[in-house]
């Protein structure tokens, strides 16, 4: 069935492994066996059955599914692999279990059904017969049976003596029995080497050198002769389970594995189809009445993975909220305080486009769960961070993107403690925090946590206020950003100091970020009437979990668009990472995590490149917060798959006047003199925010 999707070499590979020919002759031949098998009316039960249980979101291509169903009586079921791995499953084993009357429980053992899963086929075959002539029960004892030549087993014997067709095959020494079934249509065949020498069972040499040829000749009617023989048959009951695809693999067919060469666009056009496993399961127990046996195989074909070499670039940052997970940042949420995107120039080693980047966290306590359903302030801090994305985006089309959005929302969260009226109105519209209860305790919460000082990784989250010492603040609105934020006020001669004044705020922000942002504050920005400055400073440092080896970093070339390269420093490892497919984007998405897997960096990479774009237009003009989250759930990236990353390394800073993007989102009253409300003596110009970015390294 499979190869009735598979093309080129993969489809000549199966041809020759299965010993059958490509003119597609072979499917006309099964739909025979498969009517002969399941026809009514024999003196024994023996039935076939196959079906196709395909992703309910996946388009496969109306001729094989008319093939399968014609030469295989194969129907497609729709199950959401996607979305229920798990329940998809249960529901083939199920089916197998019913078609094989119990005989092959849990084919598919859990975690092989992932995300990525698209089809899978399935055969089922049951059999059970009575022997044409049945061993007497009463003749059954417990007899030794012979496992090698020193070593022996009691074991329940039947015995019978009657005739049966039987040979001898002198070059084996292997006598050769067969035991009919009632009907004479079917036969058991049993091939019993006459000697057992050393340790082995006898059978080794006969199984060396046997062939096709050689079995059909063997027992071949005119080979046999009907003797009265004495017969002591062991009752027995076998379960075998397999994993092929190491097996097949042996045998010649290695490109339907391989996802760099997996040809079935027979089954799809997208051709990014490859099988990723087949297994198989076995029942057999024979007794004085009789056989009953069973098979099942389910051949898994899942979305193709190939070789990713990517760059993290322009990541739409999302930022953090509160959380309940003491190992969150926050908990129940993908962002992080920090989201970077290298430059733009650096692009997909190798290379297919560029990618974009976050870095969000994940939880051991919950599992590593994903985004199952977001807080208040969580959200909040999200909608507001795309929001301020998309005008970024607007106004830099070209450019790289990156900034804090936790570092942004805290510090104007500080301001709206001070804001009235409309001013607070734009506030809290504009960084969508109206609906948010306990809005400020939610920022406290999540401050505690992000300084938590037991973590695999660094991270640190400071607030500070300075104000002109000359200028009365209302005692309420410090103690609520100290108590809040941990905010403590400092004070500092703006009126007649403005650039000392500037150099401490400078100072103490490049102290708080290890030295990465030294100059936050401009020449000017300051002036003698600034009365109030809110900073905000974050600082990260982590390592990977897996780390890139240093001596695999070379020179490479990295696409800027379809027509252009340049070389970078391409970092490369192999390993098994969480991995997901974006159809709708035509999009990859990779998780690299930090060492502890509290916190991960997000890739998203699309699959091409058009006319000289970067290949992230179509995947920025359709990015929600909503797709966000349900592309990087952990139900939809999977960890089995050995991935190849070519990531650059990188550095990166950007700087932002954010005045003008604030402006455009509808926070206009707090900048103009004349409408703005805060209540607290106090009145400061513009903020202006400037962000780094680490470097990336490998350790």
Not at 125 to 145: C, L, R, S, V
Not at 519 to 536: A, C, D, P, W, Y
Not at 602 to 631: C, H, V
Request: glycine share 6%; with cysteine; charged share 25%.
């Amino acid at each position: 069935m499979v190869s009735l999707g598979a093309r080129g070499n993969t489809e000549a590979q199966m041809s020759k492994v299965l010993s059958v020919s490509k003119d597609g002759e072979v499917h006309q031949r099964f739909e025979k066996l498969i009517s002969e098998i399941n026809k009514p009316g024999a003196n024994y039960s023996l039935s076939l059955a196959n079906r196709l249980f395909g992703e309910t979101s996946y388009d496969f291509l109306e001729l094989f599914l008319e093939s399968t169903q014609k030469f295989y009586h194969a129907g497609l079921e729709k199950l959401n692999f996607k979305q229920a791995a798990e329940d998809s499953r249960r529901h083939i084993n199920a089916w197998v279990e019913e078609k094989t009357t119990g005989k092959i429980q849990n084919l598919l053992a859990p975690g092989i059904i992932n995300s990525l899963t698209k089809l899978a086929l399935v055969n089922a075959i049951y059999f059970k017969g009575n022997w044409a002539n049945q061993f007497n029960k009463d003749y059954t004892e417990e007899k030794p049976f012979h496992i090698n030549k020193n070593e022996t087993k009691t074991v329940q014997m039947m015995f019978r003596k009657g005739k049966y067709n039987m040979t001898y095959i002198s070059d084996y020494r292997t006598s050769i029995l067969e035991i009919p079934y009632v009907g004479s249509e079917l036969s058991m065949i049993i091939l019993l080497p006459e000697k057992i020498e050393d340790n082995t069972t006898g059978l080794e040499k006969l199984e060396r050198e046997i062939t096709y040829e050689k079995l059909i000749d063997w027992i071949n009617p005119r080979m046999m002769d009907l003797r009265e023989i004495e017969l002591s048959f062991p009752k027995f009951k076998l379960e075998e389970e397999y994993d092929l695809k190491p097996v097949l693999r042996s045998m010649g067919m290695t490109d339907a594995f391989d996802e760099g060469k997996a040809d079935f666009s027979g089954m799809s056009t997208n051709n990014d189809l490859v099988v990723s496993e087949v297994v198989h399961k076995s029942f057999i127990e024979v007794n004085e009445e009789g056989t009953e046996a069973a098979a099942a195989t389910a051949a898994l074909v899942m979305m193709s993975l190939p070789t990713l070499e990517t760059c993290p670039f322009r990541p739409p940052s999302l930022p953090a909220g509160e959380g309940q997970s003491p190992r969150a940042l926050p908990s129940r949420q993908f962002q992080s305080p920090l989201r970077r995107s290298p430059p733009r120039h650096v692009k997909t080693g190798d290379l297919r486009g560029s990618g974009s980047l976050l870095i969000r966290p994940t939880w051991s306590s919950l599992g590593r769960l994903l985004v199952v359903a977001m807080n208040n302030l969580a959200n909040a801090n999200s909608q507001f961070a795309l929001d301020l994305f998309q005008k970024l985006n607007e106004a830099h089309p070209t450019g790289n993107i990156f900034f804090s959005p936790v570092s942004i929302s805290s510090s104007l969260a500080m301001i709206l403690l001070g804001a009235r009226d409309n001013t607070a109105a734009e506030l809290s519209k504009t960084l969508h925090f109206d609906g948010v209860e306990d809005l400020h305790s939610g920022f406290h919460r999540l401050n505690t946590k992000i300084n938590r000082s037991n973590a695999p990784y660094i991270l640190t989250f400071a607030n500070r206020l300075y104000g002109e010492k000359t200028f009365n603040f209302l005692s309420d609105f410090l103690t609520s950003t100290q108590n809040l934020y941990g905010a403590e006020l400092a004070t500092v001669d703006f009126s007649n100091a403005p650039d000392k004044a500037k150099n401490e705020i400078n100072q103490w922000v490049e102290q708080q970020t290890e030295g990465k942002i030294p100059e936050l504050l401009s020449e000017g920005s300051i002036n003698e009437m600034t009365k109030l400055v809110l900073v905000s400073a974050v600082y990260f440092k982590g390592s990977w979990a897996k780390a890139f080896k240093e001596e695999d970093t070379e020179d490479k070339p990295f696409r800027l668009n379809k027509t252009e390269k340049k070389n970078v420093k391409m970092m490369f490892m192999k390993e098994k990472l969480p991995f997901g497919y974006i159809p709708e984007c035509k999009c990859r998405v990779l998780e690299l995590p930090y060492n502890g897997e509290d916190l991960s960096m997000i890739i998203l990479l699309p699959d091409e490149i058009e006319d000289n774009s970067t290949g992230l237009e179509q995947l920025e003009k359709q990015l929600t917060l909503e797709k966000l989250q349900e592309w990087t759930q952990p139900k939809n990236m999977n960890s089995d798959l050995d991935v190849y990353v070519h990531l650059p390394k990188f550095q990166l800073e950007e700087n932002y006047d954010l005045k003008s993007y604030f402006a455009a989102m509808g926070l206009l009253d707090v900048f103009d003199s004349g409408k703005a409300n805060f209540p607290f003596p106090a009145f400061y110009n513009y903020l202006q925010m400037e962000l780094w970015a680490s470097k990336t390294k490998c350790q």
